[in-house]
């Protein structure tokens, strides 16, 4: 039975999204900044960063197994209250204990929660709307995420640069909080699933079972993730270490621009969600090789900008530009990727085929976060350098991968 877009359910989980990811974004956005403007050093940056995605890596897998088995309802409602938590105790420890071990701590705490509550969110898409509305839902999600991000870095910026850190984080608290009392309204179906034999070898044999899947019987699917993984190492890391290192220790600038650029990201992000909902039936997954293309070419402008523009602002302003071009790109290539994978899943393997597929393509990201910290450290005054050759690399795995886009769309 087809069952409607905008069902009461669906836009429970829409509306604590909404709060959810804006305090998100705000504190992923605040945390980090404080540490790199505390010790002004990127290589420090992106090792607390590489560590961070560590638990992601790991719990992604779990959380799918979970979402698969228990309610995914009672998981988005836990993970929103713990979150709050964390956040609490690292605003009452903050100053009594060494910042760069809190602040590791808390960020690979805060990252590992969002690991396994992705692939909740993901594979509930599949239970509320029918198969035809999968890539209108996701681009939802997905618009949804970018406004969080969009709003969240934006006030952050300005509230942090204000009064500094604390009100920031006392902020995201009753953003997780008010989200989980949302949440608690939404009915998801969930079919029940034996847990006999043990946590371990449930865990076990659900992980088997979605790798022998991808690999087996979605060899092709197996290929894209591998591609994924390259656009995170070269691409996605790049911009994460590379815009707060770039726009607050190179050319100097006030944490709040920052934050707008930060903003510029996520309205990019939301511009590629709007685009993705409206033109869901006319995007082929043989044609989501031109947006990474697309994508890898936005950061030339910003390495040859770097380089024959003297104006700090003029440089700012290219980078903000390219960086939403990026992500236009980017979210609508994401959206693809996510519709087509939940297309070609069985519903009862959704969500750990989501979550496997999450942490392999993930497990790039702290290796490039480090990467590039140590990078941006050791070409001191050729910081620009280091983007042309992320942005070519990117170039070469989009450009490498046409073929598989092509083959997937057959």
């Known amino acids: 039975m087809e069952r409607k877009l905008f069902s009461k359910d669906f836009l429970l989980v829409v509306t604590g999204q909404i709060i959810s990811l804006f305090g998100n974004a705000t504190v992923r956005f605040a945390l980090p900044l404080y540490l790199l403007n505390q010790t002004g050093s990127s290589a420090l940056y992106g090792a607390v960063t590489a560590c961070a995605f560590i638990p992601a890596i790991l719990l992604s897998p779990v959380g799918g197994i979970v979402a698969d088995r228990v309610n995914k309802r009672n998981i988005m409602v836990a993970l929103d209250f713990f979150t ?46 029918s198969q035809d509305r999968f890539m209108e839902a ?30 920031v984080l006392w902020i995201c608290v009753a953003c997780f909080f008010f989200s989980a009392v949302m949440e608690l309204f939404i009915r998801i179906p969930s079919p029940k699933q034996d847990f006999g034999g043990g946590i371990w070898r449930m865990v076990k044999e659900d992980f088997s079972g979605s790798v022998h899947f991808i690999r087996r019987e979605q060899p092709l699917v197996w290929k894209l993730v591998l591609v994924l993984c390259g656009i995170n190492l070269f691409l996605s890391s790049m911009i994460i270490v590379g815009l707060p290192y770039m726009i607050t220790e190179v050319l100097g600038l006030d944490e709040a621009l920052y934050g707008f650029a930060q903003g510029a990201l996520a309205a990019g992000g939301l511009a590629g969600g709007v685009f993705a909902g409206i033109f869901a039936r006319k995007l082929a997954i043989g044609k989501a090789g031109k947006l990474l293309i697309a994508g890898a070419g936005c950061m030339f402008p910003v390495g040859i900008g770097g380089y024959f523009i003297s104006s700090a602002m003029a440089v700012y302003t290219v980078i903000t530009v390219c960086c939403f071009l990026a992500m236009v790109f980017a979210t609508v290539f994401s959206v693809q990727v996510m519709s087509f994978i939940q297309a070609q899943t069985p519903l009862e393997l959704v969500g750990k085929v989501i979550a496997l597929v999450l942490t392999v393509s993930m497990c790039a990201q702290p290796l490039g976060n480090a990467l590039y910290g140590v990078l941006f450290e050791i070409c001191q005054g050729q910081e620009f350098m280091v983007i042309l050759l992320g942005g070519a690399v990117s170039l070469g795995i989009a450009l490498g991968a046409g073929n598989l886009f092509r083959e997937l769309s057959e």
């Open 138 to 167: 996701n681009s939802i999600i997905g618009s949804i995420s970018s406004i969080a991000s969009l709003l969240g870095p934006a006030l952050g910026g300005v509230l942090y640069s204000a009064w500094g850190l604390k009100p």
């Open 84 to 129: 709050a938590a964390v956040i609490t105790v690292f605003s009452l420890l903050m100053g009594g204990v060494n910042l760069v071990l809190l602040m590791t701590v808390t960020m690979m705490l805060l990252y590992g929660i969002a690991g396994a509550y992705q692939p909740s969110v993901q594979a509930s898409i599949p239970a509320l709307v």
